[in-house]
């Protein structure tokens, strides 16, 4: 089945850095969506893309969806400690959801 | 706009037991829900896909036997674990599409003693 490969897998930055993160299918895709989900609750959707070189903004948050459609990019600028948390990255296709392996998100204060 | 619910967010029963879990499509209707099983430090995996008025459709390697779905309405979905063991300790999570994007549930721990 479709990989969703994300990376890195996990992050350690000091409040106020930029953050950056990327993910890969093996697959060209239609879509690709952006989750965030806090220790103990569900996903909550951040960003959606629809269009191959789209740049989409929500907040300090920037999602890239790459030319080659089989890749895209999430980027939050001046971390706040509420970012913390894990972001996973989405493919809706076929009918049902598969999600990228996941980055870990920490700050250090 | 979009909310999904779940019930219980957390429970524990002991090994052998039954548990009931409840998605609901709070303020949409939902043809279609899906449910989730993630395991600590994992990514979401889907267990199955929940239609409306027929029988789920569900993922290699997930016992449909063990994992019973139910999408009685529009809005609800319930996903019964039988025969509950240790290794079915996991946090569930469920969504359902609106818009073709998904929506998620704030998820059910379960523990298995």
């Known amino acids: 089945g479709q990989q969703l490969n994300q990376s890195p897998q996990s992050m350690f930055i000091q409040e106020g850095e930029d953050v950056s993160m990327n993910c890969t299918s093996s697959?060209?895709?239609?879509?690709w969506l952006w989750y965030k989900q806090d220790p103990g609750e569900g996903p909550v959707l951040l960003i959606a893309?629809?269009?191959?070189?789209e740049l989409t903004s929500n907040g300090r948050l920037t999602a890239q969806f790459g030319i080659t459609r089989k890749d895209s990019f999430l980027n939050i600028s001046a971390s706040i400690p509420s970012d913390v948390g894990i972001y996973f990255c989405?493919?809706?296709?076929?009918?049902?959801?598969?999600f990228g392996t996941g980055t870990r998100l920490t700050i250090i204060p | 706009g979009a909310v999904v619910s779940q019930h219980p967010s957390w429970v524990i029963c002991k090994s052998g037991t039954s548990v009931k879990i409840e998605c609901r499509s709070l303020?949409?209707?939902?043809?279609?829900m899906f449910w989730y099983r993630q395991f600590p430090k994992q990514s979401l995996m889907l267990m199955a896909t929940?239609?409306?008025?027929?029988?789920?459709?569900?993922e290699q390697g997930v016992e449909k036997d063990k994992f019973l779905i139910n999408h009685a309405s529009l809005t609800l979905s319930t996903l019964t674990v039988t025969s509950a063991h240790p290794e079915d300790s996991s946090f569930y999570i469920c969504?359902?599409?609106?818009?073709?994007?998904?929506?998620f549930g704030p998820g059910t721990r379960l523990t298995v003693t």
């Open positions: 989405a493919h809706f296709g076929n009918e049902k959801l598969t």
């Open positions: 893309l629809y269009k191959a070189g």
């Open positions: 929940s239609n409306e008025g027929s029988k789920a459709t569900y």
């Open positions: 969504s359902a599409s609106a818009s073709g994007k998904g929506y």
């Open positions: 303020d949409f209707q939902a043809t279609t």
């Open positions: 697959s060209i895709f239609n879509t």
